[in-house]
């Protein structure tokens, strides 16, 4: 493979942000700029476009997209997200430009206002909010919550965590910071937000309330499960992926869509190493949890399950659950092969975590090809192998 060129600043030197080192890959801004004119004939020829791209890259080491190539590429990562079952709405997703912003306490502040544009009083909305992008020799800022709302995780004297097993190290970040938590710690108390910048001092946010939608968990027949206090935040707003459009890299690009019930009801709640809420719920459902083959854990699930979507529907927030989803996702893939296009398309994440074999998606296999843009995790890891 040949040597990827290095940037005019290649002398300053640069800690863990080995990405903005390097110019632009041209062939993946040539690809992504003619697939941009190419979905949108009336843009009319790309071949001026390239040239000043070219030009530009030539020039600084990198290019600056149009509001119109950011949206479309922003849009067009989230219909290439292999793991998304959700990707009928791709071309709803609301993108908000706020590359100008490097800062990272304004960054910060601009989350809050996602949060609140994407709860939308419970009629959520898709959107992500694109921040500074890396350039050459100029590292853009970074979030380091995986979601912009995260509950804390703290670790008991006796090794057991009361909160969300998944961010006990987050926790342990913020607390190392300055962080107090509540006085009476609780398992869904929401973290700050955390943003850096490596030549910046970074930034600790912590989220009002009015950014905060949550819904209580009920349950429509079990009275007593609302008692337990269970609650869930409406909008799930991934801050932690690089989103790559035509080789330019935004590390600070957080977005969201809106839940479908099993990743609250049979991931967040059940997982072993999440809430792991199955054995206290079964007993309290007075099954018989002497052995596994009584199905007793199946059976706590559908009821958690049951119980996430009435609640969310009973205070009118946005949820879809996985027997609608499937078929969504299906209508998709279809008219995605009716426009000429492969949809990517990941079957160990698309098949919801419940009831498999009886939603729609189970019963077929996908193209598992990677396409840019995309959304990546991590500074390093994804580099795309295949384009368009
Ligand atoms: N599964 C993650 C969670 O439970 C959210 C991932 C994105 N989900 C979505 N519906 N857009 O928080």
């Not at 913020?174 to 001092?201: K, Q, S, T, Y």
């Not at 879809?320 to 092969?337: A, G």
Request: aromatic share 8%; net charge negative.
């Amino acid at each position: 493979m040949a040597p990827v060129p290095l940037c005019p600043a290649e002398a300053i030197p640069l800690r863990g942000t080995p990405r903005c080192e390097n110019t632009v890959d041209l062939a993946e801004a040539d690809d992504f700029l003619r697939r941009h004119h190419a979905e949108n004939p009336e843009l009319g020829p790309v071949e001026h476009r390239l040239a000043e791209v070219h030009a530009e890259v030539a020039a600084t080491g990198t290019y600056r997209h149009t509001p119109e190539e950011l949206t479309f590429g922003a849009r067009v990562a989230w219909r290439n997200s292999a793991r998304c079952i959700g990707r009928l709405y791709w071309r709803s997703l609301k993108v908000r430009d706020l590359r100008d912003l490097r800062d990272p306490k304004e960054i910060a502040d601009e989350c809050v206002e996602h949060l609140k544009l994407a709860a939308n009083g419970g009629k959520v909305r898709p959107a992500i909010t694109v921040f500074a992008p890396d350039e050459p020799g100029r590292p853009a800022p970074r979030i380091r919550n995986e979601q912009l709302i995260r509950y804390a995780g703290y670790v008991g004297p006796d090794g057991g965590v009361l909160g969300d097993r998944r961010n006990v190290e987050l926790t342990d970040l913020a607390v190392g910071m300055g962080w107090r938590p509540p006085a009476r710690r609780g398992p869904f108390d929401v973290l700050p937000l955390i943003v850096e910048r490596e030549d910046a001092e970074p930034s600790m946010v912590e989220l009002p309330p009015d950014a905060v939608l949550e819904v209580h968990i009920a349950h429509p027949e079990l009275p007593w499960l609302a008692e337990l206090g269970l609650r869930w935040h409406a909008v799930p707003a991934i801050s932690n992926m690089r989103l790559r459009i035509g080789g330019i890299d935004y590390p600070a690009a957080p977005f969201n869509g809106w839940y479908m019930g099993t990743e609250i009801g049979a991931r967040n709640f059940a997982d072993a190493d999440r809430y792991d809420l199955l054995p206290y719920l079964g007993r309290r459902m007075g099954l018989d949890t002497s052995s596994v083959r009584t199905l007793w854990k199946d059976r706590v699930l559908v009821e958690l399950n049951r119980a996430v979507l009435h609640s969310f529907s009973a205070a009118g927030v946005t949820i879809t659950d996985h027997h609608t989803e499937s078929d969504r996702f299906l209508t998709h893939l279809k008219k995605e092969e009716e426009a000429g296009r492969s949809c990517p398309a990941d079957w160990t994440w698309i098949v919801p975590p419940m009831s498999s074999g009886i939603t729609s998606v189970f019963h077929r296999y996908y193209d598992k090809r990677e396409l840019v843009p995309n959304f990546f995790a991590g500074d390093t890891e994804g580099v795309c192998p295949v384009i368009h």
